[in-house]
Each structure stands twice: as structure tokens, then as C-alpha cells.
T-cell receptor, first 113, second 115 residues
Framework: EDKVVQSPLSLVVHEGDTVTLNCSYE??????LLWYKQEKKAPTFLFML????IEKKSGRLSSILDKKELFSILNITATQTGDSAVYLC?????????????FGKGTLLTVNP | KAGVTQTPRYLIKTRGQQVTLSCSPI?????VSWYQQTPGQGLQFLFE???????NKGNFPGRFSGRQFSNSRSEMNVSTLELGDSALYLC??????????????FGPGTRLTVL
């Protein structure tokens, strides 16, 4: 069974701190890994990673994938209260008609002022 | 471009009833996926439709069904509601064509409460 595990499950930091969120996976026929941010309702897309070692960056957020060790990290530098959210990691699998994302349970990040 | 829209946003039903949820994808997107989100299980895949055909299905009972129309709008139906069906139901759209199919854009969700 395909599995995506995120750690930690929750994290509380102060504004200005740097955080690292982890996502490991065990899936057959990996195709891509995606990160989403979920505040109140709809998850919003952050990054899609398909190749090992290539960092994706958007402002204070960055992410990298290691396909050999089967994990990804999401870094947030100089955190702000607006970064408080659940961060979701998902894996897409290739092969046949497999068009679905398998999600981890998420990491709840709380940034205190 | 308008985002993914879902209606209704909130629903309260009683056990045994049935419910239909609607999702309109981003214009030009042909794939619609449905997910159930609960505090205990997280986001779980229900099914995915592309060009009116179901391409993939998750591990949910047959009470959960869906369909897609020629304009790519999709509906999801849950019959004989159970208390455990209370959840946030999210719809996501994508182009449906590799390699961009993996990037799914989510709607605001429908919060279903079963009493």
C-alpha cells in the first residue's frame, strides 16, 4: 500500500524562526511529489518536485526532493504569522490510469508573534 | 481565470438521506478529482474523472459515486448517509494531461454534517 508520512505532526515556533518540514514516502512507480498549504479551506499549491537534488524556491519557501532516500523537505525561513497553516505533502504515482494524489496527514505549523 | 467552485459550501443531512455535491473546474481543465478530508484520516482520494470517464477510484464503498458532464463539471453523490460521512469534501481540477496532470487546484470544499 502506498504511504506518505509527514513529520512532525505539529510545530510551534516564533516569528523569524526557520522551520523544516519532512515528508517521506513508500510508493510504487513514483512520478512527482507536491506540497500544499491549507489554511481555512482549500489547499493551495506550493511546489511540484520530480527530480532529485533540484531545489524549488518561492520567496521564503523552498523544497527539495531526494529520490534515493525517498523523502522531501519544505523549508520556511523568517517565518511570519501568516505562515500558520497545515502543510500537506502528496505523491503522484505513474502507470496505467493512476491519476491520483496520495496525501500525508499534514504538519500543523503555528507561528506565534 | 476563475478558480474551482463547489456548491453548496455547507450541508446538514440526517442519516439515511442522500446528497449531491457539485464542482466546476478551472476553465480548460478536463480532470476533476474528489477527496474526503476528516481530522482522523486526512485527505483521502475518492475518484477522478477525465472527459466524462472515471479513470481511477479510491477505497470507498459503492455509496459514493460520481459523474462528469461534457462541460467538465462534476457531481458527487453519497447515498444512505452515515454519521462517519461527515467531512469536508474537496474537489480538485487539473488539465488531466501528463506531465501537468499532477498539479491539482482545489476548490473551497463542501462541509457535510450528518446528524
Amino acid at each position: 500500500e502506498d504511504k506518505v508520512v509527514q513529520s512532525p505532526l505539529s510545530l510551534v515556533v516564533h516569528e523569524g524562526d526557520t522551520v523544516t518540514l519532512n515528508c517521506s514516502y513508500e510508493v510504487t512507480n513514483f512520478r512527482s511529489l507536491l506540497w500544499y498549504k491549507q489554511e481555512k479551506k482549500a489547499p493551495t499549491f506550493l511546489f511540484m518536485l520530480t527530480s532529485s537534488g533540484i531545489e524549488k524556491k518561492s520567496g521564503r519557501l523552498s523544497s527539495i526532493l531526494d529520490k534515493k532516500e525517498l523523502f522531501s523537505i519544505l523549508n520556511i525561513t523568517a517565518t511570519q504569522t501568516g505562515d500558520s497553516a497545515v502543510y500537506l505533502c502528496a505523491v503522484a504515482i505513474s502507470g496505467g490510469s493512476n491519476y491520483k494524489l496520495t496525501f500525508g496527514k499534514g504538519t500543523l505549523l503555528t507561528v506565534n508573534p | 481565470k476563475a478558480g474551482v467552485t463547489q456548491t453548496p459550501r455547507y450541508l446538514i443531512k440526517t442519516r439515511g438521506q442522500q446528497v449531491t455535491l457539485s464542482c466546476s473546474p478551472i476553465s480548460g481543465h478536463r480532470s476533476v478529482s474528489w477527496y474526503q478530508q476528516t481530522p482522523g484520516q486526512g485527505l483521502q482520494f475518492l475518484f477522478e474523472y477525465f472527459s466524462e470517464t472515471q479513470r481511477n477510484k479510491g477505497n470507498f464503498p459503492g455509496r459514493f459515486s460520481g459523474r462528469q458532464f461534457s462541460n467538465s463539471r462534476s457531481e458527487m453523490n453519497v447515498s444512505t448517509l452515515e454519521l462517519g460521512d461527515s467531512a469536508l469534501y474537496l474537489c480538485a481540477s487539473s488539465s488531466g494531461l501528463a506531465p501537468s496532470t499532477d498539479t491539482q487546484y482545489f476548490g473551497p470544499g463542501t462541509r457535510l454534517t450528518v446528524l
